[in-house]
């Protein structure tokens, strides 16, 4: 119906969001790039403060595959805790939203 009406099939929100990308060219991080989806997606939960149980509640996971998740981020970042990740995280968004990263 949204085709048929001339409008795009895409979410407006996520088509802004890959004008905005091929506009200024890639900006993800070249320390993320490595990172999976869903590696992202727990790392963004870690840098809430959140435990490995309540990441597993809210990504209808079981914990010890959180914990899988967490452990192969902090491989591919080369960190060794979870803190350094979310210290880490927090930086490459501020970097993201002051524009120079």
Request: aromatic fraction near 2%; charge should be positive.
């Amino acid at each position: 119906r949204r085709v048929a009406a001339g409008q795009s099939l895409l979410d407006p929100v996520i088509t802004a969001k890959v004008l905005d990308r091929v506009r200024t060219g890639n900006t993800v991080d070249p320390r993320l790039a490595d990172l999976s989806a869903r590696e992202r997606e727990v790392l963004g939960f870690v840098t809430q403060g959140l435990t490995n149980r309540q990441i597993a509640e809210k990504m209808d996971l079981a914990e010890k595959t959180v914990k899988n998740y967490v452990s192969a981020l902090l491989n591919k970042l080369g960190l060794e805790r979870r803190v350094q990740a979310a210290v880490f995280a927090t930086e490459v968004q501020q970097d993201k939203t002051h524009g120079t990263g």
